[in-house]
């Protein structure tokens, strides 16, 4: 699939911003196996003083950026245009069993930026919670082919959550939006994260954007308007990082673009900095991914 990609975040301040310094991940780059990136475009406005473009450890498109002058908004806009290439699913049963999963990431060497002790341990989002745990357990017996247990987590939230914009906030810790079995798609991704890598099992967070319109005949996906979240949980060295989109109980296909990866949410948010001003602010996000008739 072909896709042009615009996101427009617009932050109005009630009182003007003397300085910002900010750090931006929504330039998607390319992923080998799923996508390649054949063009984008930022756009800021107000023009910034001093602008850096980078790549972070994880392999995710950077951007630095100094604003000195005072404004009343921050306007960023993103284009792009992204081919993306779905690979067929592995058989769920042919998949490692869990505990030989369990000893590959414990016997594992590589630290690269795709090694499974990244997605191993608790991360500053996403900590280790008892409850969560025990949960997630019954899809992991021990003699159980992991995809197997990773789809049947992902149906669970998906059956057991209420997608409900508001009833939590980008800071929201994975156990409160499991207290209360609602939340978004950062929520989601986040609670079935914890309750992997409470098993023992390694798992990522990924952000990035979904078709806004469906094909024809099938459904709207949900957070197709605006950045979505789901997890990939590493099924082994042979079969590597699988995504699995909780929100949606779908296996992340030729649907989903991935703008960033990391631990949690913190590694990838898409706007993180430090602004100098009083007062509160208005913050409004578009998203529209639309596919390109070849």
Not at 138 to 157: A, N, Q, Y
Request: aromatic share 6%; charged share 20%; net charge negative.
């Amino acid at each position: 699939m072909l896709y042009d990609i615009r996101q427009t975040t617009t932050y109005s301040y009630q009182v003007p911003v003397r300085v910002v310094r900010q750090v931006l991940r929504m330039t998607p780059v390319d992923r080998i196996g799923h996508q390649h990136v054949i063009a984008h475009i930022l756009d800021i406005d107000p023009d910034p003083a001093e602008l850096e473009h980078g790549i972070d450890f994880f392999g995710n498109g950077l951007t630095w950026l100094t604003i000195d002058q005072p404004h009343g908004h921050l306007s960023l806009t993103t284009r792009s245009r992204v081919d993306v290439t779905s690979t067929a699913l592995p058989d769920p049963a042919e998949t490692l069993l869990v505990d030989d999963v369990r000893a590959a990431a414990l016997e594992e060497a590589d630290l690269g930026p795709d090694a499974a002790a990244h997605g191993l341990f608790p991360s500053r989002a996403v900590p280790l919670d008892s409850e969560i745990t025990e949960w997630t357990a019954t899809s992991f017996r021990g003699d159980r082919p992991v995809l197997e247990g990773g789809l049947e987590l992902m149906h669970r939230v998906y059956e057991d959550f209420t997608y409900q914009p508001g009833a939590t906030h980008v800071a929201t810790p994975p156990h409160e939006a499991f207290a209360a079995k609602a939340g978004v798609c950062q929520d989601f991704a986040q609670v079935m994260i914890a309750g992997l890598r409470g098993l023992g099992l390694p798992a990522r967070y990924v952000s990035g954007y979904l078709r806004t319109i469906p094909p024809e005949g099938q459904p709207r996906l949900e957070g197709a308007d605006a950045t979505h979240a789901w997890v990939e949980i590493w099924c082994g060295p042979e079969a590597g990082w699988i995504g699995l989109d909780p929100t949606n109980a779908i296996p992340v296909g030729d649907d989903h673009i991935i703008l960033a990866v990391g631990r949690d949410y913190a590694d990838v948010a898409p706007v993180d900095g430090v602004i100098v001003t009083s007062g509160d602010h208005r913050l409004s996000v578009g998203v529209d991914v639309a596919p390109v008739v070849r």
